[in-house]
């Protein structure tokens, strides 16, 4: 169990990273920066940066979820549901105005299909961590029992 709470932690920490670092590009770099023609709309340009601040959140809440992951299912599930309703809400884009970059698809799979199957996982490692029991340490030893 140990070892697989471990790679699931490793990989969530990279995950989060994904998006830490496109939201944090979002909100220095605007909706200019994702390679569309200039947008005169100061509105739209302020309206990307704020979904791209909450992007970096989501990515830094994800990160909190790294140490002690068996125990942060309420935390991951929400988050979780938040991506997945941004992912539903960008898969409704694709339907009503057309198929976006590659980038954007890339984001959309992740959204759908990365994210869930990461809670997924998260779940089962909390059920393993619960059967197991809490450990009980002997400070006189310095070793768990």
Known sequence: ???ERRLLQRVVAVAALLP???GL????????GIGTERIVNVSADSHFRYL???LTGIGILFMTCVPG????TGLFRFLTLVV??????RLL???????????????LAFELGVTPLLCLWQARVAHLA???GPAIVDLTREKVV
């Not at 590009?25 to 200019?32: A, H, M, R, S, W």
């Not at 992951?69 to 942060?72: D, G, Q, S």
């Not at 997945?84 to 809400?89: C, D, Q």
């Not at 884009?93 to 984001?107: K, Q």
């Open 93 to 107: 884009g694709l339907y009503l105005t057309g198929v976006p970059s590659l980038v954007m698809l890339g984001a």
């Open 25 to 32: 590009y979002g909100v220095l770099f605007g909706i200019d």
């Open 1 to 3: 169990m140990k070892g």
């Open 69 to 72: 992951i068996e125990h942060k």
């Open 20 to 22: 830490v670092v496109a």
């Open 52 to 54: 791209s601040g909450l």
């Open 84 to 89: 997945v309703l941004g992912g539903l809400s």
């Open 130 to 132: 619960a059967a197991d």
